[in-house]
């Protein structure tokens, strides 16, 4: 299946610098003006409104009332939030067992399988993790399997899926 050119899994490693200024925000900035222009769709399961609270939640420098209004602000980009269901649960269950992944991180992959379209992520064990993943030929052909772009990608580290 062909990937979906104007789409985009992220991951709250990516959504999370929306909000907070650190390594990398500049480039989830540019991601986010994209969809904001309607260049591109971007889609999530709904676990990444309770990922980045919590990472925002854990932050010292963000008071109550920031926590508040970010997770607001957050609906507010009304992101493509892809609900649980058994099928995704169940692949999700099973890649992560077999490349000892949280759910969390493996539902990413296999909503960007599903979707035939690209997972963006800042977090670079997931990263190493599909790269690792795509140095062995599958047994037979999976979407999403595909590879990092690397220092050249200019929109944080676009994993090919």
Not at 144 to 152: A, P, V
């Amino acid at each position: 299946m062909e990937r979906t050119p104007k789409g985009a899994v992220i991951d709250a490693s990516v959504a999370a610098k929306w909000f907070i200024p650190e390594e990398d925000s500049d480039k989830a900035s540019k991601i986010m003006r994209k969809y904001s222009d309607g260049r591109i769709d971007l889609y999530a399961p709904d676990l990444l409104i309770y990922e980045v609270a919590n990472v925002l939640r854990y932050r010292s420098d963000v008071t109550n009332e920031i926590l508040t209004d970010n997770i607001e602000n957050l609906f507010k980009l009304q992101l493509n939030l892809i609900p649980p269901s058994t099928d995704i649960m169940s692949e999700a269950a099973a890649r992560a067992r077999a490349l000892d992944l949280s759910i969390y991180d493996a539902c990413y992959m296999v909503i960007a399988e599903t979707l035939a379209t690209n997972l963006i992520t800042a977090d670079t064990g997931l990263r190493k993790m599909q790269e690792h993943q795509n140095s062995f030929p599958p047994e037979e052909p999976r979407r999403g399997m595909g590879h990092s772009l690397g220092k050249d990608n200019h929109d944080l580290n676009l994993v090919m899926s």
